[in-house]
């Protein structure tokens, strides 16, 4: 099946600072998805982006398709950005409809 | 948007009992749901898909007997943990895809078995 690396898999920032966590992934994709999971366990959907580059805020996300890698970026982080961080894909293989592969996650931890 | 409710947030049960959790689409209609399985500081992994009004399709490694998924409606799925252990203690989560939107998880269910 399809292989999905995060990286890195931990990230320490001061508050006001900028990152760039990575997602490669070794086959094409209908769907890439980035997501924050809360210290409760919520999973919350930052970015829907199969391709292109999208912005929400202070978040952005960028995925190269033909390159399978996606990249997201944080800046002027603040201490509500700590979590984990997935990428989650799926696959254009017919039996892999609906099926999101995550990575391992990044966990980011935002110090005051 | 798309807001995916899931019920309870937390159980504890004892060994051998079944734990029934569900997932419902609040607005909007859901054919199929998935549900994931997630252990302290690891991914999350598919266990199965939810298919409404027919059986549903587990993952290699998953015991059908042991996780009950019924989808009876086309906002409702329930997934049962029957004759649970305290290997089965994790967190479960259900998602339902929301075409155009990618897919959209509910909040959890954290399981402890005793």
């Known amino acids: 099946g399809i292989q999905v690396e995060q990286s890195p898999p931990d990230l320490i920032l001061q508050e006001g600072a900028n990152s760039t966590l990575r997602c490669n992934f070794s086959d094409s994709v209908n769907n890439l998805q980035w997501f924050h999971q809360n210290p409760w366990g919520q999973l919350i959907n930052l970015f829907y982006?199969?391709?292109g580059t999208k912005q929400n805020g202070r978040l952005s996300a960028t995925t190269v398709a033909t390159e399978r890698y996606s990249l997201l970026y944080i800046s002027s982080s603040q201490t509500t950005d700590s979590g984990v961080y997935f990428c989650a894909v799926e696959s254009m293989t017919t039996d892999s409809w609906g099926k999101l592969q995550f990575g391992a996650g990044t966990q980011v931890v935002v110090t005051p | 948007g798309a807001v995916v409710s899931q019920h309870p947030s937390r159980v504890i049960c004892k060994s051998g009992t079944s734990v029934k959790i569900e997932c419902r689409s609040l607005?909007?209609?859901?054919?199929?749901m998935f549900w994931y399985r997630q252990f302290p500081k690891q991914s999350l992994m598919l266990m199965a898909t939810s298919n409404e009004g027919s059986k549903a399709t587990y993952e290699q490694g998953v015991e059908k007997d042991k996780f009950l998924i019924n989808h009876a409606s086309l906002t409702l799925s329930t997934l049962t943990v029957t004759s649970a252990h305290p290997e089965d203690s994790s967190f479960y989560i259900c998602?339902?895809?929301?075409?155009?939107?990618?897919?959209?998880f509910g909040s959890g269910t954290r399981l402890t078995v005793v």
């Open positions: 998602s339902a895809s929301n075409r155009g939107y990618g897919y959209t």
């Open positions: 607005d909007f209609q859901a054919t199929t």
């Open positions: 982006i199969p391709s």
